[in-house]
């Protein structure tokens, strides 16, 4: 199995970790294991009921990667409930998220509050003090922020992230 490189973002711990059909003993019964980013997904879609789309923005992943952990996340639950497995839910690749995200410009060191789930990336924003254009998360609980240099892959593809070679084309 291969440990994706990126952790997805999940709003809360699962406040319960454990179900089980009534009157079977555990030891007779057979398990499934539900990541809390799983869970998430399934949240996010049958409570918050969001589009796959933004469901996806929210935790940070594409958006076909957030079909394929829904997809495994509701053929799991389905297995309990028709096949009278345990369910037990817990660990993953996830960090939690606030309902806000605190953005941070590399250029200025201006910080400012995202609201979770706006779909917006740090690596597509713009400074709203200084107008650059390097910004990156700073409230990746426990883990460090990516580098200034490779802020974002997708946003500038083939150009170079030079630092404060701002060109003004018209002059
Ligand atoms: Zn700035």
């Known amino acids: ?22 009157g079977i003993p555990l030891r007779e019964l057979e398990e499934e294991r539900l990541s809390v980013e799983e869970l998430e997904a399934l949240r996010l879609i049958d409570i918050e009921c969001l589009y796959q789309e933004e469901a996806a923005a929210r935790m940070e992943v594409s958006r076909p990667t957030f079909h394929r952990i829904l997809k495994d996340a509701r053929a799991k639950v389905t297995r309990c409930l028709i096949e009278g497995k345990a369910l037990g839910i817990e ?17 200025c060191g201006h910080e400012w509050n995202e609201p979770f789930g706006s779909g917006i990336r740090a690596c597509e924003s713009t400074c709203p003090a200084c ?12 883990r460090r922020a990516r580098a200034p240099g490779r802020a974002c892959e997708r946003s500038n593809p083939g150009q170079e992230t030079q630092e404060e070679t701002v060109t003004r084309g018209s002059d």
Not at 91 to 107: E, H, K, M, P, Q
Not at 131 to 142: I, N
């Open 1 to 22: 199995m291969v440990r994706p490189a990126k952790p997805r973002y999940v709003q809360d711990e699962p406040r319960f970790g454990y179900f089980k059909p009534k």
């Open 91 to 107: 660990g993953g690749n996830y960090i939690l998220a606030g309902d806000t995200r605190i953005f941070a410009c590399f250029s």
């Open 131 to 142: 107008g650059g254009k390097t910004v990156r998360r700073a409230d990746c609980k426990g």
